[in-house]
């Protein structure tokens, strides 16, 4: 059956780094582009940075261009989300998420389109 599985969450001060890891599981890994969202309490769930299934394009919202870098590892069935320059905005939990082809990312990122989902990884940043 298919898997996501997240980790890499934690909790760190203002100005540092995390990188998060999704590893799947059960599908064609590198047919689907991947997406990363996060949900903070009492906040609707965001679209936060996403990736085709070669890796050639990606999509990040506006509040974390520069800081947040998505990647893939095909081979590993591996979907990375680098993020340096945290601030507490950015505490919430992290999903990842598969979307079936054909999928795009480059109208953004639409949770209602993408299939299958992770646990979620907590990441907590501190003043």
């Known amino acids: 059956q298919v898997q996501l599985v997240e980790s890499g969450g934690g909790s760190v001060q203002a100005g540092g780094s995390l990188r998060l890891s999704c590893a799947a599981s059960g599908y064609t890994f590198n047919t689907h582009c991947m997406g990363w969202f996060r949900q903070a309490p009492g906040k609707e769930r965001e679209g936060v940075a996403a990736?085709?299934?070669?890796?050639?394009?990606?999509y990040y919202t506006d509040s974390v261009k520069g800081r947040f870098t998505i990647s893939r590892d095909n081979a590993e069935k591996t979907v990375y989300l680098q993020m340096n320059s945290l601030t507490p905005e950015d505490t919430a939990m992290y999903y990842c998420?598969?979307?079936?082809?054909?999928?795009?990312?480059?109208?953004?990122?639409?949770?209602?389109?993408?299939?299958?989902w992770g646990q979620g990884t907590q990441v907590t940043v501190s003043s």
């Open positions: 998420a598969a979307d079936a082809p054909p999928c795009t990312v480059l109208s953004g990122i639409k949770s209602q389109s993408y299939n299958y």
């Open positions: 990736i085709t299934g070669a890796g050639t394009f990606t």
